[in-house]
């Protein structure tokens, strides 16, 4: 199994360094920086630093994927070795009671010093194991405790250790079978045997450390996929408050300013009679209902459970404007608006619900801030040069402004929002007059 690019998992390097990164095009850019070894961060449109993996996933470790060694696993592994120190000893064991009794006691005392050594084989490897090996040439009783260690070193994966292990197992192997009283020993066919049982121990060894690296690559990638799953719910669902929140400003900001400065001016009147005081209050209370409604439009995306149809009005475009434009005129608003947008191609919705909030947030912030004052606004452009929106107003000099509360975000929302769009906010202060100009290409 291999990576695109990369090298077969589980290849082995040949030391603990990370092979040299294969830079691709995009993190060779001069606006990427290096951020770790082969990561780079590559910055986008919207000024958020992506990163870029750049190189081969190294190794793991062995304390990585060998399991941790309890009871049950000691316990186990001990009973496969008796079981492997009873087949090879068994048809000696007499024969060496009756004839070698030396022998017999050289195999117990090499066989137990085996027994208690194999159980700190990793924190040696290969020295422990090549000590057992040099014990089975003697000791058949070894040759339980010498198998666990040779597998041991195998599953380490590394060439020249599973040689020299395999190579002393033989060789001990051939030892044994040559000074133990084998009874029938055709020394071609015990070779032939023992070449075949090494063989078959490190190669088992190679495939259990082969497995141990595949599960754990495969559980790695499980945890970053899970990692990466949730990050990104995390991010949708910080994007998505963040639209909610510069929706309802740019909604509930506009509406309930004009609430606000209607109660002020029905509160300072004291000239009224009814019909004209009713009506008054008839303006705030259709003021009120459409901010409602519009809350209502707003909030229903977050109604995951309602199986119903959705209720919401449509998003205004640029065609609306001209109504948006009426409205403020009908409250007392002096808003002079010049329309000078190619007419030939519709505006695309995306493009003209932005425009319709710039100048939305505009009509509010001079209510909100220069009360009284007129307001200029102009759109121009056409499918080349994009769109323009300007709008202008005299500064509040000697006006106080009007008691609506104001967080002082609308501007912070309403940049992000044309940056999204591919566009860009400027706002500056030309002579006695204050200037909101935005740009936005016609496909955003």
């Keep these: 199994m291999s990576l695109p690019g990369g090298p077969a998992i589980g290849a082995r390097s040949r030391s603990a360094r990370l092979p040299r990164a294969v830079v691709p095009p995009e993190c ?15 910055p986008t449109k919207v000024g958020i630093a992506v990163a870029t993996l750049c190189a081969v996933e190294p190794r793991p470790s062995l304390a990585e994927t060998q399991p941790a060694l309890t009871r049950a696993g000691h316990a186990w592994r001990y009973a496969l070795c008796l079981a492997i120190s009873v087949a090879v000893w068994q048809s000696v064991a007499a024969i060496e009671w009756r004839e070698q009794r030396l022998l017999f006691v050289a195999e117990l005392v090499l066989g137990v010093c085996a027994y208690v050594l194999v159980h700190f084989r990793r924190r040696a490897p290969v020295p422990i194991a090549l000590a057992i090996a040099a014990m089975s040439a003697l000791s058949g009783v070894a040759a339980g405790p010498a198998t666990l260690a040779a597998v041991s070193v195998a599953t380490r994966r590394d060439p020249r250790q599973v040689i020299a292990v395999g190579a002393a197992n033989l060789a001990a192997a051939q030892t044994y079978t040559s000074i133990a009283p084998f009874t029938d020993n055709d020394p071609v066919i015990t070779t032939l045997v023992n070449i075949a049982v090494n063989a078959g121990m490190m190669g088992w060894g190679l495939y259990i450390g082969s497995r141990r690296e595949i599960i754990w690559n495969l559980r790695t990638r499980a945890e970053r996929a899970e990692r990466e799953q949730e990050l990104r719910v995390s991010q949708a669902r910080t994007t998505e408050r963040a639209r909610i ?41 259709g ?8 809350l209502r439009d707003v909030l229903g995306v977050l109604r995951e459970d309602d199986p119903g149809t959705p209720t919401a009005r449509p998003q205004p475009t640029y065609a ?16 002079d608006f010049a329309d000078d ?73 309403l940049r992000e929002r044309t940056e999204l769009r591919g ?22």
Excluded at 28 to 42: K, L, P, Q, V
Aim: proline content about 5%; aromatic content about 2%; charged content about 25%.
């Design 28 to 42: 060779a850019a001069a606006s990427t920086r290096r951020i770790g070894r082969g990561a780079h961060a590559t």
């Design 245 to 285: 929140a510069r929706e309802m400003h740019d909604v509930l900001a506009h509406r309930i300013t004009q609430v606000s400065m209607q109660a002020g001016a029905l509160a300072f009147r004291d000239d009224l009679d009814g019909d004209r005081l009713r009506d008054g209050l008839a303006q705030i209370q």
């Design 287 to 294: 003021q009120a209902n459409d901010a409602l409604h519009e």
């Design 320 to 335: 609306d404007i001209a109504a948006l434009v009426d409205e403020a005129r009908s409250l007392g608003l002096d808003v």
């Design 341 to 413: 947008l190619d007419d030939t191609t519709p505006v695309p919705p995306a493009t003209g619900r932005t425009v319709y909030r710039i100048v939305q947030e505009g009509i509010t912030n001079v209510r909100k801030h220069a009360p009284g004052s007129a307001v200029a606004i102009r759109s121009s452009g056409d499918p080349r040069s994009g769109i323009t929106v300007t709008l202008a107003n005299p500064l509040a000099e000697g006006r106080r402004p009007t008691g609506a509360p104001g967080a002082g975000l609308g501007l912070v929302g």
């Design 423 to 444: 566009g860009r906010l400027d706002q500056r202060t030309e002579g006695s007059a204050f200037v909101l100009e935005a740009w936005l290409p016609w496909s955003a």
